[in-house]
């Protein structure tokens, strides 16, 4: 097997809130991030297939762009991340947005071949998601 991973970049506007709590629980847990604000972001999608004898190649690289770009890119590029439909009720945090954008990729790719999401939100900020549960932020 080898594993390929893509990078590809979005613009979104998002704001920290948990809608069960009131505005100033929010502003208290989020600090200035409860404010509406934007990131340009860089999703990495790591995906793995073994080479094909006739292209020497694991991954379809114009299928896997297609799948990103249709079900994540064209939903969350220059949009309010909680206006997209796919991620109602997801606190848009880098770790859930990992975690959400996997949930959404999973059926766009081919099976089994999709090992990593990262969402990178800023130069500090790096959230890696493998399926499961399993999360760490770098």
């Known amino acids: 097997m080898v594993e390929l991973t893509r990078v590809y970049h979005f ?3 998002h ?3 948990n809608l069960s709590l009131s505005p100033e629980q929010n502003a208290a847990l989020y600090g200035d991030c409860h404010r509406p604000h934007g990131h340009n972001y860089y999703l990495e999608v790591t995906v793995a297939g073994r080479p094909d004898p006739v292209t020497g190649m694991a991954v379809d690289l114009t299928r896997l762009d297609r799948a990103v770009s249709g079900a994540v890119l064209a939903e969350v590029d220059h949009h309010a ?3 997209v ?3 109602r009720g997801v ?3 880098g770790e859930s947005l990992a975690r959400a954008f996997w949930r959404i990729l999973v059926p766009a790719l081919p099976a089994g071949s999709l090992r990593r999401v990262t969402v990178v939100e800023t130069a500090k900020n790096r959230f890696d998601y493998e399926g499961g549960e399993r999360c760490s932020k770098s």
């Open 11 to 13: 613009s979104a506007a």
């Open 15 to 17: 704001q920290l809130r």
């Open 81 to 83: 991340l909680e206006e």
């Open 85 to 87: 439909p796919a991620l």
């Open 91 to 93: 606190i848009t945090a």
